[in-house]
C-alpha cells in the first residue's frame, strides 16, 4: 500500500499539463527527501530488535525524537537559497525549470521525514507485539488520503501548473495522519512493554548509538544514490526524458519489490525467536519474491507493459512508453535480489552484526556507481535510465552475492559450534 502510493501521484501528473517536467521534478525532490529521512528507516528495525522492555523501549524512544527532529532541521535548511542553489545547479545539474518546481516540492515536504521517523520507531513496536495489522490499518488512513487528495487534483485542479508541488503535499499530509494512528494504536502494547521489568536489559543509548550507526548509514548511502543516479542521468542522452521516466518505472517496480522490502522486519523478529538457522524463513521470504518476479516479468513481456505505462494506470507520452519498458525490462532481476538482500541482513540484525549490512550496501553502492562511471568513460550513447538501470541491477545483484556468502558462513559457524 506504500509503494501504491508513488503509483498514483505518479499517474495523476501524468494527466496534467507540462507532464514530464511535473514528473522530473516531483522525482528528484523525493529523492532529495528520502536522503534526509535516511538516517531515520532503520528506526523500523532497531525498534523490532531492541525493545524489549520499559528500559530499552526509553532508550530507543529517545534516539527516534532525536533523529526525528535532526532530518526536519537538515530539511529546513535545504530551502536557504545559498545551498539550495548549490545542490540543483551544481551538485545536480538540474534544468531550470524543473530546478523551481523542485525547490516548492521540498518546501511541501518539510514535515515529511520527521513523521516518518516517529512513525517507523512505533510501527516497529507494533511488529514485536504481533499487531503487523494494525500498520496495514494505519496505511490505509495515508493511502485513502492520498486517493482522495489525487481524485480532487483531477476533478477540480486539472489546469494546475503545480501539480509536483501539490503532491508532494499531499504525501506531508497522508504520512502525518499515518504517524498518529499509528501512535495511537500503539498504545497499548507499549503499556505492556512499560509494564515489563528490565530484567537483564542493559542496553544504553551509547550501545544503541553503535549498533545503530552502521544501519543508519546503510539507509544514507542507499538514499544518497538518488541525487548520484540523478546527477548521471542529466549528463547522459535523453536527459528531461529519463528524469521523467525514472520515478515512474522505480516506482512501478517497487511494487514488485515492496513485498521483500516489508519481509525484513518479520525475518528479523522470528530469527530473534528461532534462531539464525531456521530454513523455513528464508524459505518463505524467497517464494514471496518468485511470485512477484514472476508477475512483474509476466507484465514487462507482454503487450501488457504499454498499456500500464501508456494508458492505465500511468498516462505517459506516447514517446517515453518504450523507455519506460525497456528499463523495466532491465530492472525485472531486483525483486528476487531483494529477498536475498532482506532475509541476509535481518539474519545479521538478529545477530548485532550490523556492521556487515553497512559493508553490503558500500558494495551495492560502489557497483552502481562504477558501472555508471564506465559507461560515461567509455562515452556510451545509451539513454540515461537505460545506463541507470543496468547500473542499479548489477550493484544489488552484487551486494546479494556478498550476503549470501556472507549468511552461509556465519550458519555453518553455529553448525559447527553446536556440534561441538
Known sequence: MMAAEGLIIQSVLSRLPGASVELAAFGVAIGIAFIVESPIIMLLSASTAYVKSAHSYRIVRKLAFILSVGVTLVMAALLLPPLYHWLSSTLLALPAGVSRRVYMCIAALLLWPGAIGVRRFYQGILISAQMSRAIAFGTTFRLGTILLGSGALLLWWQTATNGATIGAALLSVAVTIEMLATWLMARPAVRRIKRQASGSDSLTLRRLFALYVPLGLTSVITMGMGPVLTAFMARFPEAIASLAVFPVVDGFVFQFRSPSFAYQEVAIAFFGRVGIENRRIAQVGYGIALISTIALGCIVLSPFSAFVYGTFPYQLDRWLIP??????????????????????????????????????????????????????????????????????????????????????????????????
Not at 342 to 368: C, Q
Request: net charge positive; charged share 10%; no cysteine.
Open 323 to 420: 523507455l519506460a519498458v525497456t528499463a523495466t525490462a532491465v530492472l525485472l532481476p531486483l525483486p528476487m535480489a531483494n529477498a536475498v538482500y532482506s532475509i541476509e541482513r535481518a539474519r545479521l540484525i538478529a545477530m548485532h552484526r550490523t556492521n556487515a549490512v553497512t559493508y553490503s550496501t558500500v558494495i551495492e553502492a560502489g557497483g552502481t556507481i562504477a558501472v555508471l562511471a564506465l559507461l560515461a568513460a567509455i562515452g556510451t550513447q545509451l539513454v540515461g535510465i537505460y545506463a541507470v538501470s543496468i547500473a542499479i541491477t548489477a550493484g544489488k545483484i552484487l551486494a546479494s552475492l556478498y550476503l549470501l556468502a556472507l549468511g552461509s558462513r556465519y550458519r555453518s559457524r553455529r553448525a559447527w559450534e553446536s556440534a561441538a
